[in-house]
């Protein structure tokens, strides 16, 4: 795709390595530490960055693969500090901007102005009254699934990897979201599995880096370099295709079109094909996994907690809504759904953690942040902050309710990031969310089929382990 183009959108100059440590008014993991807990950090990441915000405070400076100096925050005040009051002097770090070599250069890995433009054309195609149109798809997509538990669970309770299955219907949403629902099964299949071979190999670039003279050795680079153009040539296919229809034909209420139809303020120009490609690439991207894990947590949860699914029930029952699906209107007739998706994303964070870095000098509360201090903003705990949030590891989804005691921590919950480069799609995925939660419980119970608590594996995003398998049952 951009081979030869700059993946490091920083300028040259500013390299996180460059910071000097020292003059940094943090607190520090000696080096040796980090060294030695390298395996373990990469293996456990969670576990270990929780034991040294324990140790040391709630912004502490560790060497990431015992490498790389970083400092992991949990608290609030900065990161309010990085991604909104001051969001001006920080970027995304090189660990975002490795995927445009993949993916291309769309809202989530684009930067400076040219990120502002093209937010500012593709936001509209997001707003609320968008989303109504878009809600019979999200519908369409849980029926699919629902029919799907139908048929397994006709002679008896059925057994399903639930993060699987999950990861199908966020697929199905975007991708008929994004292209319309003409797209056949055959495409979206290939296309999730290209999507999943390089989001998989570019994390493990990431997580391993002392692999990459082997992985370019045995080919892998150039593997997943065609990989891409093949994702690029797909979804390039789709335009043309689009851009072809006759005259004559209805344009759909799809992203695409919104992308298509988009022109600039200024120039009055609607976007090149290479960057409808690249944004379609990023929403593709973007919109799946986080809302795939999402709804795997969410199941998770209520299998744990059955009282809960049980008063989200009682909720719709109350509503009128236990015998039909919700329209997008009245799912705002649902405070305590929506809570109980709060919650979930409270204590997994699809998005677990965030990394910016400093493209200036700055200053916090009197201290000096050097120009390249690397910053990964740790979502994780601060979602779970001891003294933050009472019961920090409870499922308390009442916590989201209206005039609830204490209120929400301001800045402490970010599943959607914050400041000006919020999540695009929050209500899209939100709206998603709840469409597949209440058409699930409509019809199914749902029990946790193991003893044993899952871990969260976490990559880009935080996943549950591979076969996160719960026991549905048809409601009499
Ligand atoms: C539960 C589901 C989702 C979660 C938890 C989530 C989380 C996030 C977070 C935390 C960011 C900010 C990243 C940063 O500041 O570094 C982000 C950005 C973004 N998300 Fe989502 N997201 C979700 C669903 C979606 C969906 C469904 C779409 C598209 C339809 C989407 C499209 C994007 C885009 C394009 C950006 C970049 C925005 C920008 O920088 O202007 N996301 N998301």
Redesign the pocket.
């Known amino acids: 795709m951009k081979s030869g183009d700059t993946h490091n959108l920083m300028p040259d100059s500013v390299s996180p390595a460059s910071a000097p440590l020292a003059a940094l008014p943090f607190p520090w993991v000696p080096r040796w530490q980090t060294l030695l807990s390298s395996l373990a950090m990469a293996r456990q990441p969670i576990a270990n960055l929780n034991r040294v915000h324990a140790n040391y405070g709630d912004t502490v400076g560790l060497h990431l693969g015992g490498i790389r100096p970083c400092y992991s925050t949990r608290d609030p005040t900065l990161v309010q500090h990085i ?1 909104q009051k001051n969001h001006r002097r920080y970027l ?1 770090s090189d660990l ?1 901007h490795g995927l445009i070599r993949y993916i291309g250069r ?3 890995t ?1 930067e400076g102005p040219d ?1 502002l433009r093209q ?1 500012r054309l593709i936001q509209p195609g ?1 707003h609320r009254q968008r989303l109504t149109g878009l809600t019979h798809l999200m519908q369409a997509a849980a029926a699919g699934w629902v029919h799907e538990l139908q048929t397994r669970t006709a002679a008896g309770p059925a057994v399903v990897d639930i993060h699987e299955a999950m990861t199908r219907v966020a697929f199905r949403v ?1 991708s008929q ?1 994004t292209f319309g629902a003409s797209m056949s099964d055959a495409a979206r299949d290939r296309l999730s599995e290209v999507l999943t071979q390089i989001q998989a190999f570019y994390v493990r670039t990431i997580r391993q880096p002392y692999l990459r003279p082997w992985l370019q050795g045995i080919g892998s680079y150039q593997r997943h370099q065609v990989l891409s153009q093949e994702l690029q040539e797909l979804v390039r296919g789709y335009i043309r295709q689009r851009q072809q229809a006759g005259p004559g034909t209805t344009p759909p209420d799809d ?1 695409l079109q919104m992308l298509l139809d988009a022109r600039y303020e200024d120039t009055g120009e609607p976007m090149t094909e290479e960057q409808l490609v690249d944004e379609a690439n ?2 593709l991207l ?3 996994e ?2 795939a ?2 709804l795997s947590w969410l199941f998770y949860l209520l299998a744990e907690h059955p009282a809960v699914a049980t008063q989200v029930r009682t909720e719709l029952e109350a509503a009128g809504l236990l015998h039909r699906p919700a329209g997008f209107e009245e799912l705002a007739r649902l405070p305590y759904a929506m809570q109980v998706i709060q919650e979930t ?1 409270r204590l997994y ?3 677990w953690i ?3 870095v400093a493209l200036e000098d700055d200053e916090f509360q009197g201290r000096p942040i050097p120009k390249g201090t690397l910053f990964s903003l740790y ?1 994780y705990g601060l979602h779970r902050h001891p003294t933050l949030w009472p019961e920090p590891d409870a499922f308390r989804p009442e916590r989201f309710a209206v005039g609830a005691q204490p209120p929400v921590p301001a800045y402490a919950y ?4 914050g400041g ?7 209500h ?2 939100l709206t ?2 709840q469409v597949v939660l209440l058409e699930t419980l409509r019809q199914f119970s749902v029990a946790p089929v193991a003893a044993t608590p899952v871990a969260p594996v976490p990559l880009i995003t935080l996943r549950p382990q591979t076969g996160l398998h719960l026991r549905f049952e048809r409601l009499g």
């Open positions: 991604l995304k975002t769309g809202l989530l684009n990120w937010r997001f975007i979201a992203l990023i929403l973007a919109g799946h986080t809302s894990n999402a994303m964070p699809p998005a965030l990394d910016r979502l970010l599943p959607f990031g000006p480069r919020l999540c695009i799609g929050n899209f995925a998603e969310i």
